[in-house]
């Protein structure tokens, strides 16, 4: 068993979302306007969140778009699963990074909304310079910066598959 102990001032919990269009069968990425890197949208969860309603929230401010869970069957450790169940809306993946010696723990959900309606009136903060991306399925693997966000990326596309809208695979 391989164990490690972080108090509250060592660690930060983000949430972040793999949005799929399935009507349109796109991606929704960000761009740093700053490193040039596109990401998956994410960001700090605030005090009393849920870990959902973060990703959501999260995903909203850095792009303008309104996202729902979108139930996943992917296989989970969590309990109560009932036999049957045709979906559930709980993480599709854990990602940890260690910067300046805080650990940063993201939660992943799987998303969908609507690449053609925006709400550029979203509170946004000054310092944040994204660029809202929808990529096609064919090319988002290749725009994603880095390794483990396509991997969630993918995971995420390739569930959702039965899903897409038929005429846009």
């Known amino acids: 068993m391989n164990k490690s102990l972080h108090l509250a001032s060592g660690f930060v919990i983000s949430c972040g979302t793999v949005t799929l269009d399935l009507q349109q069968a796109k991606v929704l990425l960000i761009r740093c306007r700053k490193t040039n890197e596109v990401l998956l949208p994410k960001g700090r969860k605030n005090i009393d969140e849920s870990l959902q309603d973060a990703a959501l929230r999260e995903t909203w401010e850095e792009t303008g778009h309104q996202a729902v869970l979108l139930p996943t069957s992917l296989p989970t450790l969590a309990t109560g699963q009932v036999e049957g169940m045709l979906g559930h809306q709980e993480p599709v993946a854990v990602s940890q ?29 000054e310092d944040e310079g994204f660029e809202t991306l929808w990529a096609d399925l064919s090319e988002y693997e290749r725009l994603v910066t880095f390794e483990d966000d396509k991997q969630i990326a993918r995971l995420v596309v390739e569930a959702a598959k039965p899903q897409i809208f038929p005429s846009s695979r």
């Open 97 to 125: 990074r260690v910067n300046d010696g805080v650990l940063k723990i993201i939660f992943w959900f799987s998303a969908t909304s609507d690449s053609t309606i925006c709400d550029h009136d979203r509170p946004t903060q």
